[in-house]
């Protein structure tokens, strides 16, 4: 009896899984995990064997043809996770598996040829062998087994791998896919070595071209190296040493003189990058604290992963997630790498998830230092191949600890023990497209489970929904109250200029903390009442003059999300809210391809019901005539900065200087060797930079975000600006913090002018509790993209109408539609986007087993933007 398998295949559009049984050959060599080449259809197509099955769903099972890889490119907890997240995003299985395949595998399978032991085709069958199939056997027989695209190179224009295949049927030849190591990327390198005795090239010295020309004494030059060279030298020493080029060596070769071949590097991203090993500090006693209890769980943890694929968590609340708050500057990446240290003592490996490596290249830095040689680096700029290896180094056991974005969560470590998900309330972590959209924190934490691993989430701004979950279900919960007073030493001189206290900390002492920086709330309003129109209203003007005096350095934080649509009264701060959603209204131009729009001139939009309405030209508070919305970018900032301080040496740190590769990396460099006095920046500045210079903070308008007409437009506005807060006041310098706004008495506003998490997590618990959002509900979104605006309306009706039928075939007395209405950002590349959100106890489940077509659905969706 055959073995049979079932297999995800790798086609897109294609979900569900398939049966295929294993031919002879393949005994024995395939498990689940194994990249294999099976038919389907009329195709040859890839596939991941998932698992055994003993009795196939079909009749008449095909048979996988080939293995690509002989060790299996997923893990059974890989298996599982892919399994679960399908299930859960409600995306194709295929599209998860893929996320755990290296970028490029596919591509770089190619099929060895080699001549078998068969008789010689003269015999029985040469009459009928074609002109490429001579051609293809003499190759073979001359060179040894080959790989298609070292063949191509040599049969020119042919099409030979027709022919290559009947001689394969014949059993002339012998055909399978194999996985060279590829070839791309800079750090592959060639090598040539001698081909001949010395003796014998010297004998053969005429052939080497002319005597006395130049080319006749490179190549002897080159000759004379490689005899006093024992092994394969790299290409590049060969010219170096001998000055001869890459034609004298193709010459050579062709000829037998040497041998050229290529020697694997692992491409290793980060062999330039030096940094000086460090060692772990000595902890607080907050963080021991904090620390104590997080190592126990380590050392609590099952001993090895959980094996077979689906296996159920059985390790319950040892493996509860941790959820590690702490203010910023509290020393929460210190913990990290203490966790990561006692998880490779374990002899177990760790994945450190970050927001974004070029916006984090501190905390990137100090797991580097801390674990060298032993890390790996997952970020969006290595060439396919250098990601590969990475992957490769990792599979086998070289690397064990990876730190990167959400696509390092599924490096194939055998061993995990610890994922690390640090900012772990960062938007990042979500992808949006392509398919699967997922949470790489829910992911972690899923995943964590199924290896038996600990799951460490950091943030000093938890979202609430995540708060809200950790208390639910019983994650652990570790604070860390306080900041720690960093850069001592370095700052040393400057504090005492300054005039600030001196606290030198011997090495080996444990260090202080330090409060977080006071912050000011500046009532814009005011400010325009008594004449002052600049965008810096007088307390953040004077506060920058004097941090250029002291020659310390601030940042100006803008917040470009939001900016420039929502409207309100500069006199009293009043915002337009729909009347029945609650939500602030955004504002419109008319544009005559909008037909939506069309009703006015300068319209006022609701986003959740569609409610519009002409913009006032009086508020209806306090009737007030300056009813504006609010517009300015980071160049006006900076402008408007560079006039009122012109001395001032600027940096602007935006999507629009961050262009170039690397220019994240020379900016923050640029900063933090204070070669600027000012940053103006918008989000980026949100990521955890530690710059002890900075003294300052200046936040030119809270509000934008707020009125953001999203259920979550609070949440983000309280993070972002807890967390450009916390970049001032980092060491004994102190600092402070100016927080302009046209509405101080919101509850955001305030919560985040005391660094008040608790506060705000209560107001914006009820407010969820009120309104029915999340965590009170779970929501999914269902997004629908035409050129056509007209059609983008009626199919978003005719959905909403099916949407209502299933909803009452099925009795769900708890589930809502909320729409149809255009998206907030209502055009994308062209498109015009409608939307519709579910509510309810668990809405995905009433589209879950449905076809819905070219609608993008969304779980838990982060925006509703
Ligand atoms: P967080 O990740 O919570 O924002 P960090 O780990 O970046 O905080 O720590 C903030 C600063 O305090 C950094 O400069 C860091 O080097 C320093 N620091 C952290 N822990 C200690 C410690 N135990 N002793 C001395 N300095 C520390
Ligand atoms: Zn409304």
Same mark, same amino acid.
């Given at each position: 009896?055959?073995?049979?398998?079932?297999?995800?295949?790798?086609?897109?559009?294609?979900?569900?899984?398939?049966?295929?049984?294993?031919?002879?050959?393949?005994?024995?060599?395939?498990?689940?995990?194994?990249?294999?080449?099976?038919?389907?259809?009329?195709?040859?197509?890839?596939?991941?064997?998932?698992?055994?099955?003993? =009795?196939?769903?079909?009749?008449?099972?095909?048979?996988?043809?080939?293995?690509?890889?002989?060790?299996?490119?997923?893990?059974?907890?890989?298996?599982?996770?892919?399994?679960?997240?399908?299930?859960?995003?409600?995306?194709?299985?295929?599209?998860?598996?893929?996320?755990?395949?290296?970028?490029?595998?596919?591509?770089?399978?190619?099929?060895?040829?080699?001549?078998?032991?068969?008789?010689?085709?003269?015999?029985?069958?040469?009459?009928?062998?074609? *002109?490429?199939?001579?051609?293809?056997?003499?190759?073979?027989?001359?060179?040894?087994?080959?790989?298609?695209?070292?063949?191509?190179? !040599?049969?020119? *224009?042919?099409? +030979?791998?027709?022919?290559?295949?009947?001689?394969?049927?014949?059993?002339?030849?012998?055909?399978?896919?194999?996985?060279?190591?590829?070839?791309?990327?800079?750090?592959?390198?060639?090598?040539?070595?001698?081909?001949?005795?010395?003796?014998?090239?010297?004998?053969? =010295?005429?052939?080497?071209?002319?005597?006395?020309?130049?080319?006749?004494?490179?190549?002897?030059?080159?000759?004379?190296? &490689?005899?006093?060279?024992?092994?394969?030298?790299?290409?590049?020493?060969?010219?170096?040493?001998?000055?001869?080029?890459?034609?004298?060596?193709?010459?050579?070769?062709?000829?037998?003189? =040497?041998?050229?071949?290529?020697?694997?590097?692992?491409?290793?991203?980060?062999?330039?990058?030096?940094?000086?090993?460090?060692?772990?500090?000595?902890?607080?006693?907050?963080?021991?604290?904090? +620390?104590?209890?997080?190592?126990?769980?380590?050392?609590? &943890?099952?001993?090895?992963?959980?094996?077979?694929?689906?296996?159920?968590?059985?390790?319950?609340?040892?493996?509860?997630?941790?959820?590690?708050?702490?203010?910023?500057?509290?020393?929460?990446?210190?913990?990290?790498?203490?966790?990561?240290?006692?998880?490779?003592?374990?002899?177990?490996?760790?994945?450190?998830?970050?927001?974004?490596?070029?916006?984090?290249?501190?905390?990137?830095?100090?797991?580097?230092?801390?674990?060298?040689?032993?890390?790996?680096?997952?970020?969006?700029?290595?060439?396919?191949?250098?990601?590969?290896?990475? +992957? #490769?180094?990792?599979?086998?056991?070289?690397?064990?600890?990876?730190?990167?974005?959400?696509?390092?969560?599924?490096?194939?470590?055998?061993?995990?023990?610890?994922?690390?998900?640090?900012?772990?309330?960062?938007?990042?972590?979500?992808?949006?497209?392509?398919?699967?959209?997922?949470?790489?924190?829910?992911?972690?934490?899923?995943?964590?489970?199924?290896?038996?691993?600990?799951?460490?989430?950091?943030?000093?701004?938890?979202?609430?929904?995540?708060?809200?979950?950790?208390?639910?279900?019983?994650?652990?919960?570790?604070?860390?109250?306080?900041?720690?007073?960093?850069?001592?030493?370095?700052?040393?001189?400057?504090?005492? /200029?300054?005039?600030?206290? !001196?606290?030198?900390?011997?090495?080996?002492?444990?260090?202080? !903390?330090?409060?977080?920086?006071? =912050?000011?709330?500046?009532? @814009?309003?005011?400010?325009? *009442?008594?004449?002052?129109?600049?965008?810096?209203?007088?307390?953040?003007?004077?506060?920058?003059?004097?941090?250029?005096?002291?020659?310390?350095?601030?940042?100006?934080?803008?917040?470009?999300?939001?900016?420039?649509?929502?409207?309100?009264?500069?006199?009293?701060?009043?915002?337009?809210?729909?009347?029945?959603?609650?939500?602030?209204?955004?504002?419109?131009?008319?544009?005559?391809?909008?037909?939506?729009?069309?009703?006015?001139?300068?319209?006022?939009?609701?986003?959740?019901?569609?409610?519009?309405?002409?913009?006032?030209?009086?508020?209806?508070?306090?009737?007030?005539?300056?009813?504006?919305?609010?517009?300015?970018?980071?160049? /006006?900032?900076?402008?408007?900065?560079?006039?009122?301080?012109?001395?001032?040496?600027?940096?602007?740190?935006?999507?629009?200087?961050?262009?170039?590769?690397?220019?994240?990396?020379?900016?923050?460099?640029?900063?933090?060797?204070?070669?600027?006095?000012?940053?103006?920046?918008?989000? @980026?500045?949100?990521?955890?930079?530690?710059?002890?210079?900075?003294?300052?903070?200046?936040?030119?308008?809270?509000?934008?975000?707020?009125?953001?007409?999203?259920?979550?437009?609070?949440?983000?506005?309280?993070?972002?600006?807890?967390?450009?807060?916390?970049?001032?006041?980092?060491?004994?310098?102190?600092?402070?913090?100016?927080?302009?706004?046209?509405?101080?008495?919101?509850?955001?506003?305030?919560?985040?002018?005391?660094?008040?998490?608790?506060?705000?997590?209560?107001?914006?618990?009820?407010?969820?509790?009120?309104?029915?959002?999340?965590?009170?509900?779970?929501?999914?979104?269902?997004?629908?993209?035409?050129?056509?605006? /007209?059609?983008?309306? #009626?199919?978003?009706?005719?959905?909403?109408?099916?949407?209502?039928? +299933?909803?009452?075939?099925?009795?769900?007395?708890?589930?809502?539609?909320?729409?149809?209405?255009?998206?907030?950002?209502?055009?994308?590349?062209?498109?015009?986007?409608?939307?519709?959100?579910?509510?309810?106890?668990?809405?995905?489940?009433?589209?879950?087993?449905?076809?819905?077509?070219?609608?993008?659905?969304?779980?838990?969706?982060?925006?509703?933007?």
């Amino acid at each position: 009896m055959p073995t049979y398998l079932e297999i995800v295949v790798n086609v897109p559009q294609v979900t569900g899984v398939f049966h295929y049984h294993l031919p002879p050959a393949l005994e024995g060599r395939v498990w689940p995990g194994h990249l294999v080449e099976a038919p389907f259809g009329r195709q040859i197509v890839q596939g991941v064997v998932l698992r055994y099955v003993s =009795v196939p769903a079909v009749p008449e099972t095909r048979p996988v043809l080939d293995l690509i890889d002989p060790q299996p490119a997923l893990t059974a907890a890989q298996i599982s996770l892919a399994e679960q997240l399908a299930h859960e995003t409600l995306s194709p299985l295929a599209a998860c598996v893929e996320l755990m395949l290296p970028p490029g595998l596919s591509q770089m399978a190619d099929t060895l040829y080699e001549l078998t032991e068969a008789k010689d085709p003269g015999q029985s069958s040469a009459g009928r062998l074609n *002109k490429a199939q001579i051609r293809l056997l003499e190759l073979l027989e001359k060179r040894g087994p080959l790989r298609g695209r070292q063949i191509d190179g !040599s049969m020119g *224009k042919l099409k +030979w791998r027709p022919s290559a295949e009947g001689l394969a049927r014949r059993g002339l030849v012998s055909a399978r896919m194999v996985l060279p190591p590829p070839t791309v990327g800079p750090k592959n390198v060639r090598t040539a070595q001698l081909g001949c005795s010395p003796a014998e090239f010297e004998k053969r =010295v005429a052939e080497l071209g002319r005597p006395g020309a130049a080319a006749h004494s490179r190549r002897l030059a080159i000759l004379r190296f &490689l005899t006093r060279e024992p092994g394969p030298v790299d290409v590049p020493w060969v010219y170096a040493e001998s000055g001869g080029n890459s034609s004298d060596l193709r010459y050579l070769a062709e000829r037998g003189f =040497v041998i050229l071949g290529e020697t694997e590097v692992w491409r290793d991203p980060l062999a330039e990058v030096d940094f000086a090993p460090s060692q772990p500090l000595p902890l607080t006693a907050g963080q021991q604290a904090a +620390w104590a209890e997080i190592q126990a769980g380590l050392r609590a &943890l099952p001993t090895a992963s959980v094996g077979p694929a689906g296996a159920a968590d059985p390790a319950g609340a040892a493996l509860a997630p941790y959820l590690l708050h702490g203010v910023t500057g509290s020393g929460k990446t210190e913990i990290y790498l203490y966790a990561v240290e006692e998880t490779l003592r374990q002899g177990r490996s760790a994945i450190v998830l970050v927001p974004e490596i070029a916006l984090t290249p501190q905390t990137v830095r100090r797991f580097l230092a801390r674990f060298p040689g032993q890390v790996g680096l997952l970020h969006s700029q290595l060439s396919p191949g250098e990601r590969y290896d990475t +992957w #490769r180094r990792a599979r086998s056991g070289l690397l064990s600890v990876m730190v990167g974005p959400r696509s390092a969560l599924f490096t194939p470590f055998e061993n995990l023990g610890l994922i690390v998900v640090d900012e772990c309330h960062d938007d990042s972590y979500y992808q949006s497209d392509p398919q699967p959209r997922y949470h790489a924190r829910q992911a972690a934490i899923a995943y964590a489970r199924l290896c038996g691993a600990a799951c460490l989430l950091g943030s000093a701004t938890p979202g609430v929904a995540d708060r809200y979950q950790a208390e639910r279900e019983r994650w652990r919960y570790v604070s860390l109250p306080e900041r720690i007073l960093g850069h001592r030493q370095v700052i040393q001189t400057q504090a005492e /200029r300054a005039g600030g206290r !001196s606290r030198y900390q011997p090495a080996g002492e444990q260090a202080e !903390s330090i409060e977080l920086p006071p =912050v000011q709330v500046v009532d @814009m309003r005011a400010e325009l *009442k008594a004449g002052c129109t600049s965008i810096f209203s007088r307390p953040l003007q004077e506060a920058l003059q004097q941090v250029l005096a002291q020659r310390q350095q601030a940042i100006l934080f803008l917040n470009r999300r939001g900016a420039a649509t929502y409207v309100f009264c500069r006199d009293c701060g009043y915002t337009l809210k729909c009347p029945h959603c609650d939500l602030p209204l955004t504002y419109h131009l008319q544009s005559p391809d909008q037909p939506h729009f069309e009703s006015a001139r300068g319209s006022l939009l609701c986003h959740r019901c569609g409610y519009d309405r002409q913009a006032p030209r009086i508020c209806p508070q306090c009737g007030g005539k300056r009813v504006r919305h609010y517009g300015t970018g980071t160049q /006006r900032v900076e402008a408007a900065a560079q006039a009122l301080l012109p001395e001032a040496r600027l940096l602007r740190w935006d999507a629009e200087t961050t262009r170039q590769k690397g220019s994240h990396e020379l900016i923050l460099k640029h900063f933090s060797n204070h070669q600027a006095d000012i940053l103006v920046g918008t989000q @980026m500045l949100a990521k955890g930079l530690d710059l002890p210079l900075v003294t300052l903070v200046g936040v030119v308008l809270a509000d934008v975000g707020l009125n953001l007409p999203d259920y979550r437009a609070g949440e983000r506005t309280f993070q972002v600006l807890t967390q450009v807060a916390g970049r001032a006041g980092r060491s004994p310098l102190g600092g402070q913090v100016i927080l302009q706004t046209f509405q101080p008495e919101n509850y955001v506003i305030q919560a985040a002018a005391r660094h008040d998490y608790a506060a705000f997590y209560q107001k914006e618990l009820d407010y969820r509790r009120r309104l029915k959002y999340p965590p009170y509900s779970k929501l999914v979104r269902l997004e629908y993209r035409h050129l056509d605006p /007209r059609q983008a309306e #009626r199919s978003a009706q005719e959905m909403a109408r099916q949407l209502r039928a +299933w909803i009452q075939a099925e009795e769900r007395r708890a589930t809502e539609i909320i729409g149809p209405a255009p998206c907030f950002f209502a055009r994308l590349g062209g498109n015009y986007r409608w939307q519709i959100i579910l509510r309810g106890p668990d809405p995905a489940s009433l589209i879950r087993k449905r076809d819905l077509g070219e609608w993008r659905i969304e779980v838990d969706p982060p925006s509703l933007l």
